[in-house]
């Protein structure tokens, strides 16, 4: 059975910079379609960034540039490396992996950005 750990949830100050790490068991990072997203209070859950098999990341336009997606396929661990943090970062973040059944997700670790 696949399983998401994520790990790394902070306060940080604005400016900071904080990493994510996502701890996948069933299943290969290096085989997989991953994906970090978010979820603010009271708000809806939304797409961050991913990586394909490949190793092809995409970002979202409020994250680009300053967020980076990468993944240690010997660890079987995904990062999300957070830099120039701004206090509407604040949310949960889920990581997610996609199989050809169903995604996949992690329980959320919260990430909080003071000012």
């Known amino acids: 059975q696949v399983q998401l750990v994520e790990s790394g949830g902070d306060l940080v100050e604005a400016g900071g910079s904080l990493r994510l790490s996502c701890l996948v068991s069933?299943?290969?990072?290096?085989?997989?379609?991953m994906g970090w997203y978010r979820q603010a209070p009271g708000s809806k859950r939304v797409w961050v960034a991913g990586i394909n098999s490949g190793g092809d990341t995409k970002y979202s336009g409020s994250v680009k540039g300053r967020f980076t997606v990468s993944r240690d396929n010997p660890k079987n661990t995904m990062y999300l490396q957070m830099n120039n943090m701004k206090p509407e970062d604040t949310a949960v973040y889920f990581c997610?992996?996609?199989?050809?059944?169903?995604?996949?997700w992690g329980q959320g670790t919260q990430v909080t950005v003071s000012s």
């Open positions: 069933g299943s290969a990072v290096s085989s997989s379609s």
């Open positions: 997610a992996l996609a199989s050809t059944k169903k995604t996949y």
